[in-house]
């Protein structure tokens, strides 16, 4: 790292990460919370795909917040699962990829279309603090009652209203109010519902 972008602060990388501000992913606890969210999503597809009873708990284990009745079908992709907070009913299909290097919150009653990003993390524009490896992250907010279709990726900072509806293959860069339906990319409202 050419310049030190962190003089006088005496936070480590992984507080930095937490606290939303920039940082460099090298710290170890970060790099072992992975390493166990990587296990335990295997550990999970390969119950579901065995019709083990103790999957659930498995997918728990991962996640922050898991409501009851909600179901992930494998295989599902995260950094840490800790981050990610779902909610009852809700039900999300096969290929979800979620980076929550920031949290995540899923409403309840929620459906997510097979191969979903929801993608917390932000890199700088500028090329000599990327080349440093400097990244940061936002949250993302999804409402009760929200269907996101086939392919939807959900950019940093997103928040999606209650009971909105995002058509396949749509990418959200801005929030979305509730009740409408939003497609294209970016994603733009098209009608209230």
Same mark, same amino acid.
């Given at each position: 790292? @050419?310049?030190?972008?962190?003089?006088?602060?005496?936070?480590?990388?992984?507080?930095?990460?937490?606290?939303?501000?920039?940082?460099? @992913?090298?710290?170890?606890?970060?790099?072992?919370?992975?390493?166990?969210?990587?296990?335990?999503?295997?550990?999970?597809?390969? @119950?579901?795909?065995?019709?083990?009873?103790?999957?659930?708990?498995?997918?728990?284990?991962?996640?922050?917040?898991?409501?009851? $009745?909600?179901?992930?079908?494998?295989?599902?992709?995260?950094?840490?699962?800790?981050?990610?907070?779902? $909610?009852?009913? !809700?039900?999300?299909?096969?290929?979800? !990829?979620?980076?929550?290097?920031?949290?995540?919150?899923?409403?309840?009653? #929620?459906?997510?279309?097979?191969?979903?990003?929801?993608? !917390?993390? &932000?890199?700088?524009?500028?090329?000599?603090?990327?080349?440093?490896?400097?990244?940061? @992250?936002?949250?993302? &907010?999804?409402?009760?009652?929200?269907?996101?279709?086939?392919?939807?990726?959900? #950019?940093?900072?997103? &928040?999606?209203?209650?009971? &909105?509806?995002?058509?396949?293959?749509?990418?959200?860069?801005?929030?979305?109010?509730?009740?409408?339906?939003?497609?294209?990319?970016?994603?733009?409202?098209?009608?209230?519902?």
């Amino acid at each position: 790292m @050419a310049q030190d972008y962190f003089a006088g602060d005496p936070r480590t990388n992984r507080e930095r990460m937490l606290a939303g501000d920039p940082y460099v @992913a090298d710290d170890q606890e970060s790099a072992r919370l992975a390493q166990r969210a990587l296990a335990l999503a295997d550990a999970y597809h390969r @119950a579901v795909v065995g019709g083990d009873d103790g999957a659930r708990s498995l997918l728990a284990d991962l996640l922050g917040t898991l409501g009851d $009745g909600a179901f992930i079908k494998p295989p599902l992709f995260v950094d840490y699962g800790e981050n990610i907070h779902i $909610g009852p009913r !809700t039900f999300v299909n096969y290929n979800l !990829t979620a980076l929550d290097v920031a949290t995540i919150v899923i409403g309840a009653d #929620c459906q997510l279309g097979p191969g979903v990003q929801l993608l !917390t993390p &932000t890199h700088p524009v500028e090329p000599e603090p990327r080349r440093d490896k400097l990244e940061a @992250a936002r949250p993302i &907010t999804i409402g009760d009652n929200v269907w996101l279709g086939g392919g939807v990726i959900v #950019c940093p900072g997103v &928040t999606i209203g209650d009971n &909105t509806v995002v058509g396949a293959g749509a990418v959200v860069t801005r929030d979305l109010p509730a009740n409408v339906v939003a497609v294209g990319s970016p994603a733009r409202v098209v009608r209230e519902i």
